[in-house]
């Protein structure tokens, strides 16, 4: 297991290797295995992908994260600005029913609700919205309409866990209620759990995963 002075060292590295993210201005902070980034940050895209670049290193247990976004001026723009940009991208997203999606933008922070059928829609319309220049984070509260029963979503996902993680999908436990999927058992790596949490939010019906998987180096 590595030290929090090792693990500090690793996450700076990586931050430094990630061409997205200016690691200078990131401060890293390490305890017990609980890593927090501080620091400022140009955009929202450049925040995410230190968080990303963070959760690749081995022996990460949890990630706090206290970036702040400050924008540029010629990144700034205005909600209304955002907002007509954000509706216009979701109208172009194929994956996406028309008028699906709403939008609405606060100091520059956009919040999606409205229905869908499928997780994939959800995740493709936070997607097409989070790189606009002037975004400073993404709510998605856009809604997965219910389409099948627990016991056949129970089914679906463990099924696809076996296909996907065979010697992994024993130590998972599916628990379903309604459109809600609770994960426990252990996993190894973020990989691992990334896997799990993709394998359900794959089923039809699922409105929601709680991950609560125990991750164990």
């Not at 590295?13 to 690691?23: D, I, M, Q």
């Not at 990131?26 to 620091?39: F, K, P, S, W, Y």
Request: charged share 25%; net charge neutral; proline share 1%.
């Amino acid at each position: 297991m590595k030290s929090d002075s090792q693990l500090q060292q690793d996450v700076m590295a990586e931050l430094k290797w990630e061409p997205a993210v200016h690691a200078a201005q990131i401060g890293v902070e390490v305890r017990d295995g609980v890593v927090t980034l501080a620091g400022e940050v140009g955009s929202y895209t450049e925040k995410l992908n230190a968080e990303r670049a963070a959760q690749r290193v081995s022996g990460v247990k949890a990630l706090a994260v206290e970036m702040k976004i400050k924008l540029s001026e010629f990144s700034r723009r205005t909600d209304a600005d955002i907002a007509e940009s954000a509706k216009n991208i979701l109208g172009w997203t194929s994956s996406l029913p028309a008028d699906a999606v709403k939008v609405m933008v606060e100091g520059g922070w956009l919040t999606l609700s409205g229905d869908v059928e499928w997780q994939y829609q959800r995740r493709d319309a936070a997607d097409s919205v989070r790189y606009l220049s002037g975004v400073t984070g993404v709510s998605n509260q856009i809604a997965i309409k219910p389409a099948v029963s627990a016991t056949v979503v129970k089914s679906d996902i463990e099924a696809a866990l076996k296909r996907r993680a065979a010697a992994d999908a024993k130590a998972i436990a599916v628990d379903v209620m309604g459109g809600d999927v609770t994960l426990t058992g252990t996993v190894h790596s973020w990989s691992e759990r990334d896997l799990a949490t993709r394998s359900a939010w794959g089923t039809a019906g699922v409105r929601n995963v709680v991950d609560k998987m125990t991750l164990v180096y």
